[in-house]
């Protein structure tokens, strides 16, 4: 396979993608190892959070921590477009997900916060 090189604004949001994804796929692993009578997926319903969802609860955990400074969570919010509860909703009640264009701009904000930037759009 050949491999074409990334911009060098991608390289960081692509290693992160790898790393979520490798640890994903361990979760996933080890939720498959512990359950018992796997659940079937209907069709045309959206996904919630749970062992199902190893990429998205590596995603959340890789957010929480970033989360802890005063106002970080509104700040999110307004970057992402979601009233505050929403965001509540899914990264700390994880009785949700975000759709797919929302959870792109969240891999980015944490991509940002990792080399120690602020996400402006």
Do not use: Y
């Amino acid at each position: 396979m050949i491999s074409t090189p990334f911009p060098p604004r991608l390289k960081l949001p692509a290693a992160l993608a790898e790393a979520l994804f490798a640890a994903a796929a361990l979760t996933a692993r080890e939720a498959a190892r512990r359950a018992v009578h796997p659940q079937p997926r209907r069709r045309g319903c959206a996904l919630q959070p749970g062992s199902d969802t190893p990429l998205w609860n590596e995603l959340v955990k890789k957010a929480v921590p970033h989360l802890g400074k005063r106002g970080s969570k509104a700040k999110l919010a307004r970057i992402l477009g979601l009233p505050r509860q929403r965001l509540q909703d899914c990264l700390k009640g994880r009785t949700a997900c975000f759709d797919g264009e929302r959870t792109l701009l969240l891999l980015c904000w944490i991509a940002a916060r990792q080399q120690g930037r602020e996400l402006i759009l």
